[in-house]
């Protein structure tokens, strides 16, 4: 089946350009010039990656990449005129997996697509798997989803407070994925005063000290530069 793409971007050339070439690379093509039917139209489920200009005339692009993180599994691409390295950042930490600026070369994009796309279908493949089973090994290690507990090989427990095991849960749950620091705290438990950014820093750097797993070069969870972290170990799971 055609992996679909949605492209977002009022220049009339680029949305043609972009259009034209996925659809003769055999990829199903939605392309609007305002991000207004963005969700909705991602409501269906059906869609795989969507393209994303910044300075949409409805609304910010970054907006529009924050609230699609927020509600829809599927890879994310900002294509925009900002070249500034904090915009960039921005985009990033904000839950896109790439951000290209313009003009830009089409064959550049082409490739970035099916990097993007490469990661997420090795994600959900992964996270299906899973998410039906009831411990997660990897490393030395073995977690309990049932009694949210983790031992070592030894069936020592390590004790884990709610915001570090869910941390590692959602982690080792989808290993290759980037989480940036919001979608972290989404999952976070209830706290008063609530998380924050910096919180979720704090709690990694915890986690991994009681994993054993260095900052300098961990072999878990690794840091993103302007992106966030992810879960490099292999997981097994059953029941």
């Given at each position: 089946?055609?992996?679909?793409?949605?492209?977002?971007?009022?220049d009339?050339?680029?949305?043609?350009?972009?259009?034209?070439?996925?659809?003769?690379?055999?990829?199903?093509?939605?392309?609007?010039?305002?991000?207004?039917?963005?969700?909705?139209?991602?409501?269906?489920?059906?869609?795989?990656?969507?393209?994303?200009?910044?300075?949409?005339?409805?609304?910010?692009?970054?907006?529009?990449?924050?609230?699609?993180?927020e509600?829809?599994?599927?890879?994310?691409?900002?294509?925009?005129?900002?070249?500034?390295?904090?915009?960039?950042?921005?985009?990033?930490?904000?839950?896109?997996?790439?951000?290209?600026?313009?003009?830009?070369e089409?064959?550049?994009?082409?490739?970035?697509?099916?990097?993007?796309?490469?990661?997420?279908?090795?994600?959900?493949?992964?996270?299906?798997?899973?998410?039906?089973?009831?411990?997660?090994?990897?490393?030395?290690?073995?977690?309990?989803?049932?009694s949210?507990?983790?031992?070592?090989?030894?069936?020592?427990?390590?004790?884990?407070?709610?915001?570090?095991?869910r941390?590692?849960?959602?982690?080792?749950?989808?290993?290759?994925?980037?989480?940036?620091?919001?979608?972290?705290?989404?999952?976070?438990?209830?706290?008063?005063?609530?998380?924050?950014?910096?919180?979720?820093?704090?709690?990694?750097?915890?986690?991994?000290?009681?994993?054993?797993?260095?900052?300098?070069?961990?072999?878990?969870?690794?840091?993103?530069?302007?992106?966030?972290?992810?879960?490099?170990?292999?997981?097994?799971?059953?029941?």
């Amino acid at each position: 089946m055609a992996k679909r793409v949605i492209i977002v971007d009022d220049d009339n050339d680029v949305r043609a350009l972009l259009h034209n070439s996925l659809a003769a690379e055999g990829y199903a093509v939605t392309a609007l010039a305002t991000g207004v039917e963005v969700e909705d139209l991602l409501e269906d489920g059906t869609y795989d990656l969507a393209l994303i200009d910044v300075g949409l005339p409805d609304i910010d692009g970054f907006t529009l990449t924050r609230r699609i993180r927020e509600r829809f599994d599927i890879g994310i691409i900002i294509i925009s005129g900002r070249t500034d390295l904090s915009d960039r950042m921005n985009g990033l930490d904000l839950g896109a997996d790439d951000y290209v600026t313009k003009p830009f070369e089409l064959k550049d994009v082409l490739a970035r697509i099916r990097s993007v796309l490469r990661r997420q279908n090795r994600s959900r493949r992964t996270a299906e798997t899973v998410q039906q089973n009831d411990w997660l090994r990897f490393d030395c290690w073995t977690l309990n989803i049932a009694s949210r507990t983790l031992r070592d090989t030894a069936g020592n427990a390590v004790a884990l407070t709610t915001g570090e095991y869910r941390l590692l849960e959602t982690l080792a749950r989808h290993p290759g994925r980037i989480f940036n620091r919001a979608q972290l705290l989404e999952r976070m438990p209830d706290t008063n005063p609530p998380a924050f950014d910096r919180s979720i820093d704090v709690g990694i750097m915890r986690l991994r000290k009681k994993l054993g797993d260095g900052t300098e070069n961990p072999r878990l969870i690794k840091t993103v530069r302007n992106g966030g972290y992810i879960f490099v170990a292999k997981v097994t799971a059953g029941n």
